[in-house]
């Protein structure tokens, strides 16, 4: 369930001067333009902004529309989890030319590829990009399909979930929108069946109907009473 969304719906500005965000970079690099954020500037692979705005967590689902404003130079496109301090962290998302699914781990700032794909094709339109963080388990979804899926014991710790974004050029910038961050859901354990015991059976007696047959049925010994009561 997400315990953290924005659609990033307010006045133009960087990214970290409003709430709940902070930036790895220098200052400006991530900005709201038109109810969007736009990374503007060329950047490497700590070009990385992230919500500050909740607590950290360890598990968490992190999910955000992104694309390309060239397919010239494509940026690389990810979402980030586990971000526990510059240069440490978890992405999951596209890099190259032809947009190849990748989930990577930075360590001290050293990036290491643990998974990826052949590529989806650039597109100049959005797609939705999901990381899931699960233990030592590390999903990507793309467009809601499951892309990759690996496991690393890197990052254990509570961290933070974001955007990271790389450029190779001014004319070929990344846009972000509709961001958020999720809790798994956690089913509740199932109640053990319980066995009710079923008491001693009423005792069955045997008398003969009356007045006008011949032939025997059984009455429980509650009935019996109900016709003498009557009778």
């Known amino acids: 369930m997400p315990i953290f969304s924005d659609n990033f719906n307010r006045a133009n500005e960087a990214l970290e001067d409003g709430a709940n965000w902070a930036a790895d970079t220098a200052p400006g690099l991530y900005n709201i333009v038109t109810n969007q954020v736009v990374i503007t500037t060329g950047g490497d692979f700590n070009t990385v902004a992230w919500v500050d705005g909740i607590a950290s967590r360890a598990d968490m689902i992190v999910e955000c529309d992104m694309r390309p404003t060239s397919t010239l130079q494509n940026p690389g496109l990810f979402v980030i ?19 190849e699914p990748q989930i990577r781990k930075q360590v001290a700032s050293v990036t290491t590829i643990l998974a990826s794909a052949a590529g989806i094709g650039a597109s100049t339109g959005f797609r939705t990009y999901r990381i899931e963080v699960e233990g030592t388990a590390i999903r990507l979804f793309i467009g809601g399909a499951l892309q990759l899926s690996t496991t690393d014991s890197s ?29 798994f859901i956690v089913a509740a354990p199932a109640l053990p069946a319980i066995a009710v015991p079923l008491g001693p059976a009423a005792p069955v007696f045997e008398v003969p109907d009356e007045p006008y047959g011949r032939y025997k049925s059984t009455l429980t010994l509650h009935e019996q009473f109900s016709r003498a009561r009557l009778g």
């Open 155 to 183: 990052h254990t710790a509570a961290g933070f979930g974001g955007i990271l974004s790389s450029s190779a050029d001014a004319t070929s910038n990344a846009i972000f929108d509709l961001f958020s961050i999720s809790e």
């Open 81 to 99: 989890a586990r971000r526990t301090g510059l240069g440490n962290l978890y992405s999951a998302g596209v890099g190259g030319p032809d947009h």
